[in-house]
């Protein structure tokens, strides 16, 4: 049975920092790549970032270029997202995913498996 657990959200003031950790069981992890997602109250679920399989490859949203850095150890089966500069307007449940295969992928009909998710909330 596959599982993603995220962990290490909270609630933080703008400006402050945060590290997300997606730890994976159930699936051979570094045959996946690896992604970030979020969705807001009443928004509907929107890209974050994604990690290649090395790890040596990442993509972001223009919203958090500059700000998050995604990455991987895969001898941990643990994918990891730094939230650095954290505005209120990245309010929102951050969830991982994987994706079979070497992919890319920026879209959540793309990933095989879901996280239930962690909450970040970033006060004004």
């Known amino acids: 049975q596959v599982q993603l657990e995220e962990s290490g959200g909270g609630l933080v003031q703008a400006g402050a920092s945060l590290r997300l950790s997606c730890a994976a069981s159930?699936?051979?992890?570094?045959?996946?790549?690896m992604g970030w997602f979020r969705q807001a109250p009443g928004k509907e679920r929107e890209f974050v970032a994604v990690?290649?399989?090395?790890?040596?490859?990442?993509r972001y949203a223009d919203s958090v270029k500059g700000r998050f850095t995604i990455s991987r150890d895969n001898a941990k089966n643990t994918a990891y997202l730094h939230l650095n500069s954290l505005k209120p307007e990245d309010t929102a449940i951050y969830s991982c995913?994987?994706?079979?295969?070497?992919?890319?992928?920026?879209?959540?009909?793309?990933?095989?498996?879901w996280g239930q998710g962690t909450q970040v909330t970033v006060s004004s």
């Open positions: 159930g699936l051979t992890f570094r045959l996946y790549t």
């Open positions: 995913a994987a994706c079979s295969g070497a992919t890319m992928a920026q879209f959540p009909a793309q990933y095989n498996y």
């Open positions: 990690v290649s399989r090395s790890g040596d490859s990442t």
